[in-house]
């Protein structure tokens, strides 16, 4: 079956596009206090929703995907997993370190694998360029994906080799 070509068109429109959303998120992207990564991990959520959903459009019933519910502010580390058939799992989740005297607030990912007892592995983005954008989301859903694929196909192992390592001190 041969791959779809994706227009030139359209990609110089997603570029611009994901420029301009990494502009827009960029002052909640950067500061640490809880209620500017609460709504970066409410907006990742967003960006999650719509991605499971389009893999809900090409698998169909041939893979479950599903999102648990959106992350509530009061919940003492705000959270949600989406769920890749019945062995892979990627956790957002808002975690709390305390760095010279404040608290500071991040968002931090993780893959599991195998189920219960599987495997987990932290992943990025590195703290250096720290920002999470919906492509990013994306690339880290193609890895799982990719795993799921490549376990159907040859038993492929993980973490996938596609994931970029996780940053220090994640």
């Known amino acids: 079956m041969p791959m779809s070509r994706e227009s030139f068109q359209r990609r110089v ?5 994901s420029w301009a959303e990494r502009r827009a998120l960029k002052g909640l992207a950067s500061a640490h206090d809880f209620d500017s990564q609460y709504g970066m991990l409410v907006t990742i959520y967003q960006w999650a929703e719509e991605a499971v959903s389009d893999i809900g ?4 019933d041939t893979l479950a995907v ?3 519910p959106r992350p509530g502010r009061e919940a003492s580390a705000p959270a ?3 769920t890749i058939g019945d062995q892979y ?12 005297g404040s608290a500071r607030w991040s968002i931090g990912v993780t893959l599991g694998s195998g189920g219960p007892g599987g495997a987990i ?4 983005p590195e703290r250096r360029n720290s920002q999470w954008t919906r492509g990013r989301l994306e690339d880290v859903l193609l890895s799982v ?3 799921y694929e490549r376990g159907i196909s040859e038993g492929g192992g ?3 080799t596609s994931v970029p390592p996780p940053a220090r001190g994640v």
């Open 158 to 160: 993980w973490p996938p």
């Open 66 to 68: 599903a999102l648990s």
């Open 121 to 124: 592995t932290a992943a990025g």
């Open 80 to 82: 949600f997993v989406i």
């Open 13 to 17: 429109m997603v570029l611009r596009d």
């Open 89 to 100: 799992t990627v956790t957002f989740a808002l975690s709390e370190r305390a760095r010279m």
């Open 145 to 147: 994906l990719g795993a």
């Open 57 to 60: 459009a090409v698998y169909g």
